[in-house]
Structure formats: structure tokens, C-alpha cells
């Protein structure tokens, strides 16, 4: 089924969107001239397909639930925000704060990501086939952020439990984030990531960085560390 | 015991050299919860002139008197509408138990207001006992989900707090146990301080976006909230109406916050008062006054506060700490376990230790169980109920048959401070400091 959104609402497909008739078995969607327009794609619940032929705006597939999006374009600020699981594509680039807080799901984007990618994720893996800007991954608390192009400045800052991965050069790391060995569980994460998105990379390419956990109570002998 | 004809410094009074030798031997600042304990000008330097000649009041115990009110109409296809103009303020489950969230649920579901959630996420207690429950989307985003928003009755974008604007929150290590930590997706005993900016928009024409993007998913139903914290309320106020917000929260600095930096309780933000009066001004300057709902909170105590505040041009208040000390927050009881705490009843501030007395602000299953949820409920319906009858005693007073009705005209001030601040005579003059007259 196409949507064009030069023709109908965007709230009137995002509505149609969100509440999928089960019975009935067209799963598979496509929005014409999204013309950067926000939030398309917000809010869905469903095992459904929908390709976006063009540029978004802000929070497209913010907080998606189980669909699978794909975007034939660049996407605005915040891409898959707080996604709950599903999976995202962007074929072009991302704009800042992608997949932030995201719980889980899979976002990849095949150009660059701007600034804060992935800040305050909660579970969500985001492949990055370009590079990041500053202070990606800031106060990340869970799941991993994949890079095969270069970080910027301050990756990882105050970061929790989450986990990253370059390929490229890091600029500098933020505060409490530090290089950790690329062990045996690191490189089988990364291959079983890589397996389920059809991504042919070795592990063993990249290095892998993380909490060093110093911060994560506030002791006064630190307080330099910010 | 202090002997007669000493003489104290003004400058450095025994609590100030007391925190002198304490940051001397320390080397950190004092964390601690609630609000600010230093006097500032507010609801009390405020009365109503009454009925007189010129005014005729109404029947106390026979003719009616509405309370009720509806919140957020401007956009969302279900405002709320609540039955009093007194809600309860964001608590989050972390700071406070799940007793105390489960009773203050239960309270004011009694009363047909409704209570918010906090920096933590949504508790199936909190959502099971709240009639109307009003879903926080803060910076950290802990526990943030759609299938929570599209259970909300309305969704609460927090910009700021009046304890601590333009600060995050935080919780310490030993209130973070385990499913505290699960709901924030963070590990158990961390100290763990929120970001005090939301990671995907920055500045109001971002968060009409991002509103946008709320509306989209939860089919425009949900009346969005923007709260602030006083600071430069006038443009606070102008910019939170721009970027779409169906109803302003306002909090002044003496809100209370379960832990932050005593320096930042105490010396950022602005009393209740003055800000109020700046939300008013922009609201009706925009043309927007009780189009887009003002719900003011921060230091609200008594019915008489109430009254006052909608009388200043609010269309409902919020209580956080008096809704506490309604469920026994500094209540004369477990007296030992408040000294442990090197404090006592009425003094305590140590929502931040997790070892409250009482069972309200703690996550110790032995001090929990000194909460009740169903007298703490009780309770706190007792104390709405108190409120809601003093309201209407001033509403009625000044000839008001709906107590959104009460208006500026019926207040004057006892001090110069508070003239100024909230724009209405000094008591017995035609005086209001720093206003003239348009010619």
C-alpha cells in the first residue's frame, strides 16, 4: 500500500500506521514525498514494513515498536528515539541524537551520525557505516554502539554499561570512558549483530570501549574527572 | 544554651560556622532533599480584603461553590477535568517508596485529582490507584515507553524543577535496589544523577517538535504539560505557549526535590509569588490566559494558598511536600531513627539518605512498611478535603460562586516586598511598588 504525503495527513497515516487491522494481510507500505516532515512513522506497534522514499524531519520512527522502517533519504534530529525494538534504515545520513535513549531494536545508518549518537541508550544496537560526531554515546547505559567509520571528540562521556565499538580513529574519549579488550564475548556479540543485519565485517577489525566505572559514585578525589 | 549578653555575628550565626567546619572537614558540598528554608516573600505576606460594602459574599454552608476545573483543552482531544484545582506533583518511584506513590494514587483518586509520575518511569501500583495519572517525559527518559504514554491521562514534558533550575535529577546509591535500577535500566547502588537537558531537542522551537511527535503517537488525545522551573517565568511562560503546550507548570523555589546540592536549593530560582505573576502577565499578554491552564506549585500549604494563587490568575496548584507531611513526612513518630539521622521531627531533609522514619521517601522494605497505602490515602483525602473547605470559605468571603473566579482585586499585601512581587496594593494604600499608571 503507498501513501503520499502530498496527498494525505500525516497523522492520517500515521494513524493507519499504528493501528494495523490484523486480519488483514498487506503488511508491506511505502510513503512518498515526505518532504522532511516530522515524527513520520512514530509511534508504531506493528510487525509491518514501511519504506520512505526521501528526506525526513525530526523523529521519524520515534519510538517504534516492532516495525521495520527504512528510509531512502537523510533523517532529521532524533531517528528512532526511544525505539523499542524493530529495526530502522537509514540509507543516506543522520542528523543529531540519533537512536538516543533507544531501549532495544536495531538502527543502522549507512552514512555518517551527527552529534550525540546514541546519548542515553538503553539497550538499542546502532551500526554507524560512516562516522559520529561529539560526544556520541553520552551517559549510554546499555547496548552498543557500532562504528566502522570515526568517532569525534568526547566519545563515551559519563558512560554506563553500554558498549562501543570503532573502527576509525577516536578523537578523544569523554570522561570515565576507556579502551577495554575486544574479548571473546565482545567479537561473538558483535558477530551474531553483524549475522542478523547481513553485514559482512570482522569483529577483530574493531576496538572496543567502555565504563570505567569510576564514576559511578560520586567520591570528591573525582570531582576533576567532569 | 546560650548565656546572657553574648552576642551572635550577623554574618556568621552558629548554623553558618557550623557548615564552615563541616565543608572544612568534608570537602563537599551538602546534599540534601525538599525545598529552600530560607524566608522569601510569599502567600502569607498576601489577604483577601473580604466582602463590604461594595461587595456582598455568599452563603458559607448553603450556596455552592465550584472547584472544579478542566486542563489542557486547547489541543488534546481529552483534557482532564478534576473535580478540585489542587493536584499532585511529580514524585518519582526511587525517591519515594511504592507505598507512598501507591497512597498518594489512592488520595487523590478520592478526590478526582490526579497525581504524576517522576524521573523513574511508571509504577503498575502507581497507574492501578491514580484515576488521572500525569506521566513525566523527563531528560533521562528511565523507564520511558509508548505503551506507558498512551496509558497516561496526560504527559508532563519537565524543562525544569523550582528546586533546582537547570539542574538533573539525583538519586543515591542506596536508594538505586534492584527493580529501582531495572526500571532505569542502570546498575543496582550507582549514584545516579540525571542529565539536566533532554538528549533530542534543544530550545522551544525543538520541543514543539518534539510535542508534535507525542501528539502523533498517543492520536492526539493527551493534554501535553510543559513544567518549568521559576526562573525567567515571563519568557518561560511566552515560549512554553509557543512550542504547544496545552498547560504551563510553574514551580517555585521552594519546591522540594528528593536530593540535590543544598547551594542550589537555596540560591537558584525565584519565590512562587513573583513568578507567578510574571506566567499571569504573559499569558494574558499572548491572549492566552485560561486558554492555555497555569498549574502552580512550590511551597503551596494550606487552602488559603490555593486561594491566593488562583486568585493571582492560576487555574490550579500542584503539592509535592505537603502531600508528604500529609502521608507522616516529619511527623513526631520514630523519634531514635530521626536522631541516627542527626536530625528531628520538623528539621528533617533527608529524603536523600533512603532511611526516612516514616516509610515515605525510602526504599528499605522495613521502613516501607511503616507507611500504610491505605491510611496514607486516607490521610492525604483528609488533607485535600481540608484545603478544598478553606478554599471555598475564601471564595465565598470575596462573593466568588467558582473559585477560579477569585481575582487580584481581592488580595493586598501586608509587606513592600510582596506588593511588588505579586502587582497588588500594600493593605490600606493604593500602592503598588514599581507600577505606574499608563497615562
Same mark, same amino acid.
Given at each position: 500500500?503507498?501513501?503520499?504525503?502530498?496527498? &494525505?495527513?500525516?497523522?492520517?497515516?500515521?494513524?493507519?500506521?499504528?493501528?494495523?487491522?490484523?486480519?488483514?494481510?498487506?503488511?508491506?507500505?511505502?510513503?512518498?514525498?515526505?518532504?522532511?516532515?516530522?515524527?513520520?512513522?512514530?509511534?508504531?506497534?506493528?510487525?509491518?514494513?514501511?519504506?520512505?522514499?526521501?528526506?525526513?524531519?525530526?523523529?521519524?520512527?520515534?519510538?517504534?515498536?516492532?516495525?521495520?522502517?527504512?528510509?531512502?533519504?537523510?533523517?532529521?534530529?532524533?531517528?528512532?528515539?526511544?525505539?523499542?525494538?524493530?529495526?530502522?534504515?537509514?540509507?543516506?545520513?543522520?542528523?543529531?541524537?540519533?537512536?538516543?535513549?533507544?531501549?532495544?531494536?536495531?538502527?543502522?545508518?549507512?552514512?555518517?551520525?551527527?552529534?550525540?549518537?546514541?546519548?542515553?541508550?538503553?539497550?538499542?544496537?546502532?551500526?554507524?557505516?560512516?562516522?559520529? @560526531?561529539?560526544?556520541?554515546?553520552?551517559?549510554?547505559?546499555?547496548?552498543?554502539?557500532?562504528?566502522? @567509520?570515526?568517532?569525534?571528540?568526547?566519545?563515551?562521556?559519563?558512560?554506563?554499561?553500554?558498549?562501543?565499538?570503532?573502527?576509525? &580513529?577516536?578523537?578523544?574519549?569523554?570522561?570515565?570512558?576507556?579502551?577495554?579488550?575486544?574479548?571473546?564475548?565482545?567479537?561473538?556479540?558483535?558477530? &551474531?549483530?553483524?549475522?542478523?543485519?547481513?553485514?559482512?565485517?570482522?569483529?577483530?577489525?574493531?576496538?572496543?570501549?567502555?565504563?570505567?566505572?569510576?564514576?559511578?559514585?560520586?567520591?570528591?578525589?573525582?570531582?576533576?574527572?567532569? | 544554651?546560650?548565656?546572657?549578653?553574648?552576642?551572635?555575628?550577623?554574618?556568621?550565626?552558629?548554623?553558618?560556622?557550623?557548615?564552615?567546619?563541616?565543608?572544612?572537614?568534608?570537602?563537599?558540598?551538602?546534599?540534601?532533599?525538599?525545598?529552600?528554608?530560607?524566608?522569601?516573600?510569599?502567600?502569607?505576606?498576601?489577604?483577601?480584603?473580604?466582602?463590604?460594602? $461594595?461587595?456582598?459574599?455568599?452563603?458559607?454552608?448553603?450556596?455552592?461553590?465550584?472547584?472544579?476545573?478542566?486542563?489542557?483543552?486547547?489541543?488534546?482531544?481529552?483534557?482532564?477535568?478534576?473535580?478540585?484545582?489542587?493536584?499532585?506533583?511529580?514524585?518519582?518511584?526511587?525517591?519515594?517508596?511504592?507505598?507512598?506513590?501507591?497512597?498518594?494514587?489512592?488520595?487523590? $483518586?478520592?478526590?478526582?485529582?490526579?497525581?504524576?509520575?517522576?524521573?523513574?518511569?511508571?509504577?503498575?501500583?502507581?497507574?492501578?490507584?491514580?484515576?488521572?495519572?500525569?506521566?513525566?517525559?523527563?531528560?533521562?527518559?528511565?523507564? #520511558?515507553?509508548?505503551?506507558?504514554?498512551?496509558?497516561?491521562?496526560?504527559? !508532563?514534558?519537565?524543562?525544569?524543577?523550582?528546586?533546582?533550575?537547570?539542574?538533573?535529577?539525583?538519586?543515591?546509591?542506596?536508594?538505586?535496589?534492584?527493580?529501582?535500577?531495572?526500571?532505569?535500566?542502570?546498575?543496582?547502588?550507582?549514584?545516579?544523577?540525571?542529565?539536566?537537558?533532554?538528549?533530542?531537542?534543544?530550545?522551544?522551537?525543538?520541543?514543539?517538535?518534539?510535542?508534535?511527535?507525542?501528539?502523533?503517537?498517543?492520536?492526539?488525545?493527551?493534554?501535553?504539560?510543559?513544567?518549568?522551573?521559576?526562573?525567567?517565568?515571563?519568557?518561560?511562560?511566552?515560549?512554553?505557549?509557543?512550542?504547544?503546550?496545552?498547560?504551563?507548570?510553574?514551580?517555585?523555589?521552594?519546591?522540594?526535590?528528593?536530593?540535590?546540592?543544598?547551594?542550589?536549593?537555596?540560591?537558584?530560582?525565584?519565590?512562587?509569588?513573583?513568578?507567578?505573576? !510574571?506566567?499571569?502577565?504573559?499569558?494574558?499578554?499572548?491572549? #492566552?490566559?485560561?486558554?492555555?491552564?497555569?498549574?502552580?506549585?512550590?511551597?503551596?500549604?494550606?487552602?488559603?494558598?490555593?486561594?491566593?494563587?488562583?486568585? #493571582?490568575?492560576?487555574?490550579?496548584?500542584?503539592?509535592? $511536600?505537603?502531600?508528604?507531611?500529609?502521608?507522616? /513526612?516529619?511527623?513526631?513518630?520514630?523519634?531514635?531513627?530521626?536522631?541516627?539521622?542527626?536530625?528531628?521531627?520538623?528539621?528533617?531533609?533527608? /529524603?536523600?539518605?533512603?532511611? /526516612?522514619?516514616?516509610?515515605?521517601?525510602?526504599?528499605?522494605?522495613?521502613?516501607?512498611?511503616?507507611?500504610?497505602?491505605?491510611?496514607?490515602?486516607?490521610?492525604?483525602?483528609?488533607?485535600?478535603?481540608?484545603?478544598?473547605? !478553606?478554599?471555598?470559605?475564601?471564595?465565598?468571603?470575596?462573593?466568588?460562586?467558582?473559585?477560579?473566579?477569585?481575582?487580584?482585586?481581592?488580595?493586598?499585601?501586608?509587606?513592600? !516586598?510582596?506588593?511588588? #512581587?505579586?502587582?497588588?496594593?500594600?493593605?490600606?494604600?493604593?500602592?503598588?511598588?514599581?507600577?505606574?499608571?499608563?497615562?
Amino acid at each position: 500500500m503507498n501513501f503520499d504525503l502530498n496527498k &494525505k495527513k500525516l497523522t492520517d497515516i500515521n494513524k493507519y500506521l499504528q493501528n494495523i487491522d490484523r486480519k488483514s494481510n498487506v503488511r508491506k507500505f511505502k510513503i512518498e514525498n515526505p518532504s522532511g516532515h516530522h515524527a513520520i512513522c512514530a509511534g508504531l506497534k506493528d510487525d509491518i514494513d514501511v519504506t520512505i522514499n526521501g528526506h525526513t524531519g525530526y523523529y521519524c520512527a520515534g519510538m517504534n515498536q516492532k516495525a521495520s522502517v527504512t528510509v531512502n533519504g537523510n533523517v532529521g534530529t532524533g531517528v528512532a528515539e526511544n525505539m523499542m525494538s524493530g529495526k530502522v534504515f537509514v540509507k543516506g545520513n543522520a542528523s543529531q541524537s540519533a537512536g538516543a535513549t533507544g531501549h532495544g531494536g536495531n538502527l543502522v545508518i549507512e552514512g555518517d551520525a551527527s552529534s550525540r549518537c546514541g546519548i542515553s541508550m538503553k539497550g538499542i544496537n546502532i551500526i554507524v557505516k560512516g562516522s559520529v @560526531g561529539h560526544m556520541s554515546a553520552f551517559m549510554a547505559q546499555k547496548g552498543n554502539l557500532i562504528i566502522f @567509520g570515526d568517532a569525534d571528540e568526547d566519545l563515551g562521556d559519563s558512560i554506563y554499561e553500554a558498549k562501543i565499538f570503532v573502527k576509525g &580513529k577516536v578523537k578523544s574519549l569523554g570522561a570515565d570512558c576507556v579502551e577495554k579488550k575486544m574479548d571473546e564475548k565482545s567479537i561473538n556479540e558483535l558477530k &551474531k549483530i553483524f549475522k542478523e543485519l547481513n553485514i559482512s565485517e570482522n569483529p577483530q577489525n574493531f576496538k572496543r570501549y567502555g565504563s570505567a566505572r569510576k564514576l559511578y559514585n560520586f567520591k570528591i578525589d573525582n570531582a576533576g574527572a567532569y | 544554651m546560650k548565656k546572657k549578653g553574648l552576642k551572635e555575628f550577623k554574618t556568621f550565626p552558629q548554623s553558618t560556622i557550623n557548615e564552615i567546619q563541616r565543608a572544612a572537614k568534608e570537602g563537599i558540598y551538602q546534599i540534601r532533599g525538599l525545598g529552600a528554608k530560607r524566608k522569601v516573600p510569599d502567600f502569607d505576606d498576601l489577604v483577601f480584603l473580604g466582602a463590604s460594602m $461594595s461587595r456582598y459574599p455568599l452563603e458559607g454552608y448553603r450556596e455552592k461553590c465550584n472547584t472544579s476545573v478542566v486542563l489542557g483543552d486547547r489541543f488534546a482531544k481529552k483534557p482532564l477535568k478534576l473535580d478540585i484545582p489542587i493536584t499532585i506533583a511529580g514524585m518519582s518511584f526511587g525517591a519515594l517508596g511504592a507505598n507512598a506513590k501507591d497512597a498518594l494514587g489512592r488520595g487523590a $483518586s478520592s478526590m478526582g485529582t490526579s497525581t504524576t509520575t517522576g524521573d523513574g518511569g511508571m509504577t503498575k501500583e502507581e497507574r492501578g490507584s491514580s484515576k488521572y495519572l500525569v506521566y513525566q517525559l523527563l531528560p533521562s527518559r528511565y523507564g #520511558m515507553n509508548p505503551d506507558d504514554l498512551r496509558k497516561a491521562d496526560a504527559i !508532563e514534558v519537565v524543562v525544569g524543577q523550582g528546586a533546582k533550575p537547570g539542574g538533573g535529577g539525583m538519586l543515591l546509591g542506596q536508594k538505586i535496589n534492584k527493580r529501582v535500577a531495572g526500571m532505569r535500566t542502570l546498575p543496582e547502588g550507582i549514584d545516579q544523577r540525571s542529565a539536566c537537558r533532554h538528549p533530542d531537542w534543544t530550545g522551544p522551537d525543538d520541543l514543539e517538535i518534539k510535542i508534535q511527535e507525542l501528539r502523533e503517537i498517543t492520536n492526539w488525545e493527551k493534554p501535553i504539560y510543559i513544567k518549568v522551573g521559576a526562573a525567567r517565568s515571563y519568557y518561560d511562560t511566552a515560549l512554553a505557549v509557543k512550542a504547544g503546550a496545552d498547560v504551563v507548570v510553574l514551580d517555585g523555589m521552594q519546591g522540594g526535590t528528593a536530593a540535590t546540592q543544598d547551594v542550589f536549593i537555596e540560591h537558584v530560582g525565584i519565590p512562587t509569588l513573583g513568578a507567578l505573576k !510574571e506566567a499571569v502577565d504573559a499569558l494574558k499578554e499572548l491572549n #492566552m490566559h485560561r486558554k492555555v491552564q497555569l498549574i502552580v506549585s512550590g511551597g503551596i500549604r494550606t487552602g488559603a494558598d490555593v486561594a491566593k494563587a488562583l486568585a #493571582m490568575g492560576a487555574d490550579a496548584v500542584s503539592i509535592g $511536600s505537603a502531600a508528604m507531611m500529609a502521608l507522616n /513526612c516529619n511527623a513526631n513518630l520514630y523519634r531514635k531513627d530521626y536522631e541516627k539521622l542527626g536530625t528531628e521531627p520538623g528539621y528533617c531533609h533527608h /529524603c536523600h539518605t533512603g532511611r /526516612c522514619p516514616v516509610g515515605v521517601a525510602t526504599q528499605d522494605p522495613k521502613l516501607e512498611k511503616r507507611l500504610d497505602p491505605k491510611e496514607g490515602g486516607r490521610q492525604l483525602k483528609n488533607y485535600l478535603t481540608t484545603l478544598t473547605l !478553606e478554599l471555598q470559605t475564601l471564595a465565598r468571603a470575596n462573593g466568588k460562586s467558582d473559585v477560579r473566579n477569585l481575582e487580584p482585586e481581592d488580595l493586598v499585601a501586608l509587606t513592600v !516586598e510582596a506588593a511588588a #512581587m505579586a502587582r497588588v496594593p500594600l493593605a490600606g494604600t493604593n500602592w503598588i511598588p514599581g507600577f505606574k499608571e499608563k497615562d
